[in-house]
């Protein structure tokens, strides 16, 4: 019985944790995905007591492509930095990256790509830099003489 007791612990130890990053502007998302059964918390708030629609549907596009598969996980998301949309996309990038990870299938990953490859590329594109002589990047300031 001491045998079985400590196969059953180790067993329990080994539990399959993944853990992902994902970047979109200046927001910074972090993905830890474990066996479960279908629970997604962002920022400790289920991801159906999000009020913004829009936001909700981009953080379930990977879990609505894998199916069934999201019944077998639970991922809890911590995200900060940027703004609403910049924070829903890196979200979304981390939790497509994870799962990818975690099922280690390539035809997930094939799906993923074939329907938007930004979920597991990330998008470099950030804000350009202001200059001198106006009040952005490229707006000059107004003449008000003449």
């Not at 936001?55 to 639970?74: F, H, Q, S, Y």
């Not at 799906?111 to 930004?118: G, L, T």
């Amino acid at each position: 019985m001491a045998a079985s007791d400590s196969v059953q612990k180790t067993s329990r130890m080994r539990e399959k944790i993944v853990l992902m990053s994902g970047k979109r502007k200046s927001a910074i998302a972090r993905a830890v995905i474990k066996r479960g059964n279908g629970v997604v918390r962002i920022n400790g708030r289920r991801l159906e007591s999000i009020e913004n629609e829009w936001v909700r549907a981009i953080i379930e596009e990977p879990l609505m492509l894998i199916g069934d598969l999201r019944k077998k996980i639970d991922i809890r998301v911590r995200v900060h930095g940027g703004g609403v949309s910049g924070q829903a996309q890196a979200a979304r990038i981390a939790i497509a990256r994870a799962i990818v990870k975690y099922f280690e299938d390539p035809k997930i990953e094939e799906v993923f790509r074939q329907y938007d490859r930004y979920m597991l590329v990330g998008d470099p594109r950030r804000k350009e830099m202001k200059k001198f002589g106006g009040p952005g990047a490229r707006a000059r300031f107004q003449k008000s003489y003449r």
